[in-house]
């Protein structure tokens, strides 16, 4: 059994390999004739999943007080609301502007 402040070999390298299968997932995805709509959705769920296995055992914030983990997840999504609030104005103004 490990410990709160220790990961395990085996630990990080079932984590790799949860992340590889994922990004080949991904990438054979990008190729799939899917709907837009779906395809977004699922890419968008493949990657937050991957950034929770990321920052969980490479970060080591499963070990981690609830506290801190909500200050680090609350700060990353108040920074991704405000680059997407900065982005998307002129994503659609570029949209629209055609070819």
Request: net charge positive.
């Amino acid at each position: 059994m490990e410990s709160r402040a220790t990961t395990s070999l085996k630990t990080y390298w079932t984590t790799w390999g949860v992340l590889l299968v994922l990004t080949i997932v991904m990438l054979g995805l990008d190729q799939a004739p899917l709907p837009r709509l779906l395809f977004v959705a699922v890419m968008l769920v493949a990657m937050l999943t991957k950034a929770m296995l990321i920052a969980g055992v490479f970060m080591h914030l499963r070990a981690e007080r609830v506290a801190l983990v909500l200050m680090i997840v609350v700060g990353l999504f108040i920074n991704g609301a405000i680059l997407f609030g900065l982005i998307v104005p002129d994503a659609v103004r570029i949209n629209e502007m055609g070819p």
